[in-house]
């Protein structure tokens, strides 16, 4: 009986087109992408929570100092928002953002303000709210590129959503710059006028957010006349400001 035999077909190996160059550029950036975005939800959801105990601004201003052959002075103490005065809380918000209560994180008013008059060639306090502010002091860098702007706006949108009002005037108040190497209204009560945070007075307050513009040049304490002319304004606003309901 004749055997039939087959000649079995040779298989080719498939050959696979090269990945090209913008695919992979598009993968990569998809991929930080992710991680991005994971890793920012994650760290504010994580400070809801945790105090914060050290900022960007904080490792920049020890490390000018450092560099420029300055003692390295720095002075922080975290205490919770039921143990700053109310008075600072109403100092702030009458300096700083009078909308803070009412705005989604942005005041988009005090925006177009401050860029009309930056236009003209004017100095004025920016239109940044108190949400922005504590965005960028906890996450991000000082600086006014697109990106870190971009990114100002992105963490403002989740602290608001996230953390809430409370949390935010917290956050705020335990990390802003209230003088040289002075954070917080803790260490700033402690520093200008030898007291806790929680028995600050109007004019006290006052003193303390009438120099945050800039915390380094200007003194809470035997103050200059410009500085004294802020204190009374912002003792008028805070009387307006009225009683502070952060669970609207």
């Given amino acids: 009986m004749a055997t039939k035999i087959t000649a079995k077909k040779s298989r080719q190996p ?16 998809f991929k930080v992408l992710i991680w991005f975005f994971g890793l920012s939800l994650f760290f504010v ?6 105090p914060v105990l050290f900022t960007p ?5 020890a490390i000018e100092n450092k560099v420029a052959g300055k003692e390295v002075f720095f002075s922080h103490d975290w205490e919770p928002i039921e143990n700053i005065s109310m008075n600072l809380q109403k100092a702030v918000i009458a300096s700083e953002d009078g ?10 008013v005090a925006m177009q303000k401050a860029y009309k008059s930056n236009e ?3 100095r004025i306090k920016g239109g940044s709210t108190i949400s922005q502010q504590t965005a960028k002091n906890v996450f ?7 990106l870190r702007k971009g ?21 705020y108040l335990n990390s802003i710059e209230m003088g ?8 700033a009560a402690e520093h200008w006028y030898r007291k806790g945070a929680s028995s600050l007075t109007p004019m006290q307050a006052a003193g303390i957010a009438a120099i945050l513009p800039n915390p380094r040049k200007y003194s809470a304490t035997s103050s200059s006349s410009y500085i004294n002319r802020r204190k009374d304004k912002i003792v008028r606003v805070m009387r307006q400001v009225g009683k502070i309901d952060y669970s609207k």
């Fill in 14 to 29: 498939v050959k696979k087109e090269p990945i090209s160059f913008m695919s992979k550029l598009t993968r990569f950036l």
């Fill in 45 to 50: 959801v994580f400070f809801k929570f945790v």
């Fill in 57 to 61: 601004l904080m490792v920049i201003r």
């Fill in 99 to 108: 909308t803070f209560l009412k705005h989604n994180g942005f005041d988009f």
């Fill in 120 to 122: 003209r060639g004017r």
């Fill in 140 to 146: 991000l860098w000082q600086g006014r590129s697109y």
């Fill in 151 to 171: 990114l100002e706006a992105y963490f403002t949108v989740l602290i608001e959503i996230i953390w809430g009002k409370e949390r935010i005037m917290e956050v």
């Fill in 180 to 187: 040289n190497g002075v954070y917080g209204a803790q260490a």
